[in-house]
């Protein structure tokens, strides 16, 4: 057991008081709570929630988790730009119960980099990893199987290449559950999704008869996860082209490990550039060089060996290596080489790592590229493990950090 970290992000996009979100995606915000609401598939406890805004907020703006349509125990409140976490308060929830982030101001609307929170499961260890568009991707195509992330936003119509949505996992070893929401739906038949393992179908199954909305989830499914292997799920529509309106689609992944992770997912084009472009460690992308280095940090909130740097490009023609590095407090500590005209692949670094501790930063750098050519990046993530203790003898060094770990939430 120990802390994940849950990111949702959307850098060119504004909050408006009264809007709704969660805690992972996503690409617009609603004011239709149900929309936003996610099954808490785990009794689980909830903490540490926190928001960057770099513009706007002229009033106070204040930052709410909502249990089951109620207001939670979290809360952040500021005015104007900056960051706040509440480092306090905590929610714990069953399994089954509604879980989303409210937003409320008292001035102008807030230019938002980034909402957090950690989550730490009742037993084992694990996170929720979703895509989310809270005001709805129409998805039409008839007589069709087509593929959505576990990351970013819903995209409309599904991705007809799964290479493009997938992510591969180095941290989890188990797809425990899975769950979709869906607000309009007038098709005449039934819309399936299955979670998927290294492009095969999982044991679960996620149907919307014909007309039926709302969240439906598959729990206790104990798929396994082999290390390498990659997650994602499949949409499949039958005959007819009437609208089906997906707001949000979960999967909780779990590891024996004691390991989580975090990615960003969308679908950005860059162009070979000197100029380094950033980003945060989790959400959305909706394009690279909105953010600085320092605006798009986000602290993980417990400590952890960091490994396994890596994006998955579906084009790469540079004329020479590009870099996605990995930030820690403003400075590169890990740098994985996108190799000239290496076209689509999974780039990854598997030999380095750095070790973090509960108030370290993180941030990505993409970078370089030669003076023609471009890449087209749709995820990149990190791995999180558990600090190791030294070998036999280490004494009493090791149970002072035991005792720091324990403190954060790490195992």
């Known amino acids: 057991m120990g802390k994940a970290l849950l990111v949702s992000s959307a850098p060119i996009a504004t909050l408006a008081s009264g809007e709704e979100c969660n805690l992972f995606g996503h690409s617009n915000d609603t004011t239709t709570e149900a929309n936003t609401q996610a099954n808490c598939t785990e009794d689980a406890t909830f903490s540490n929630l926190a928001i960057a805004v770099r513009a706007g907020n002229s009033g106070t703006l204040t930052l709410r988790f909502r249990d089951a349509g109620a207001n939670g125990n979290q809360v952040v409140s500021f005015a104007s730009t900056g960051s706040g976490e509440d480092a306090t308060n905590t929610d714990i929830l069953s399994a089954g119960d509604l879980f989303n982030i409210s937003y409320a101001d ?37 007589s069709s199987t087509r593929f959505q992330p576990l990351g970013g936003g819903v995209i409309a119509d599904g991705s007809a290449s799964e290479d493009s949505v997938e992510w591969k996992v180095r941290g989890y070893d188990t797809f425990e559950a899975y769950q979709v929401r869906v607000t309009a739906n007038a098709r005449l038949n039934t819309s399936t999704f299955v979670n998927r393992i290294n492009g095969g179908d999982g044991t679960g199954s996620v149907p919307f008869a014909t007309l039926v909305t709302g969240l439906v989830s598959d729990t206790g499914l104990a798929d396994a996860i082999t290390d390498g292997q990659t997650v994602d799920v ?20 779990k590891s024996s490990s004691n390991k989580s992770e975090c990615w960003i ?17 989790g959400g959305l992308w909706l394009n690279l060089g909105t953010l600085t280095e320092a605006q ?12 396994n740097l890596r994006c998955y490009l579906s084009g790469n023609t540079y004329a020479s290596d590009g870099t996605l590095k990995l930030f820690q407090n403003g400075s590169a500590v890990i740098t994985l080489t ?8 999974w780039y990854e670094n598997t030999s380095d790592t750095i070790t973090i501790d509960a108030d370290d930063e993180l941030s990505f750098e993409f970078d370089e590229g030669g003076a023609s050519g471009s890449i087209t990046i749709h995820s990149a993530g990190i791995t999180f493990a558990p600090i190791a203790p030294p070998a036999e003898g280490g004494g009493l060094p090791w149970l002072a950090a035991a005792a720091v770990n324990e403190l954060v939430g790490v195992y």
């Open 106 to 142: 008292t001035g102008s609307n807030s230019t938002w980099n980034w909402i957090k929170a950690n989550v730490n499961f009742a037993t084992g260890h694990g996170n929720f990893h979703g895509a989310a568009t809270f005001q709805g991707a129409v998805c039409d195509v008839g």
């Open 234 to 253: 499949s949409m499949t529509l039958g005959a007819g082209v009437e609208d089906l309106t997906v707001v949000m689609i979960c999967g909780t992944l």
């Open 265 to 281: 997912s969308g679908d950005v084009a860059r162009t070979a550039s000197a100029v380094a472009t950033y980003s945060p460690i």
């Open 296 to 307: 798009s940090r986000i602290k993980p909130g417990f400590a952890a060996v960091v490994s």
């Open 338 to 345: 996108l190799t000239a005209g290496g076209g689509a692949a």
